[in-house]
């Protein structure tokens, strides 16, 4: 199971931080991934990072946001670098076994969203 938090309301500018636990003992072999949905648009890939913390960014996401795992802890944070009213989304955090194929799909397990509202 994977539980994602601290989503709420943003200031345009200010950096965020997401996290999302996991449970299980395989978390170290996992790949790990953020995506996210605006209000009427499809989900759209933000970035992921593999089990040795090789890190894969989505189009446009690379310096926007920056992913890291804490695999003591079973964690994956997603960091929102100077956030703008456009990053307005839920944010759902994803899990697979690391098959090296990182963008888009195949993830089996996700997190319920955590909803970020960024304000100017």
């Known amino acids: 199971q994977l539980q994602a938090s601290g989503g709420g309301s943003a200031q345009a500018g200010v950096s965020l931080r997401l996290s999302c636990a996991a449970s299980?003992?395989?978390?170290?072999?996992?790949?790990l991934a953020w995506f996210r949905q605006a209000p009427g648009k499809e989900r759209e890939f933000v970035v992921a990072?593999?089990?040795?913390?090789?890190?894969y960014y989505g189009d446009s996401m690379r310096g926007r946001f920056t992913i890291s795992r804490d695999n003591a802890k079973n964690t994956v944070y997603l960091q929102m670098n100077s956030p703008k009213p456009e990053d307005t989304a839920a944010y759902y955090c994803a899990a697979k076994w690391d098959n090296g194929v990182y963008y888009g799909g195949g993830y089996e397990y996700w997190g319920q969203g955590t909803l970020v509202t960024v304000s100017s």
């Open positions: 299980g003992r395989s978390f170290s072999t996992y790949a």
């Open positions: 990072v593999s089990r040795t913390g090789a890190t």
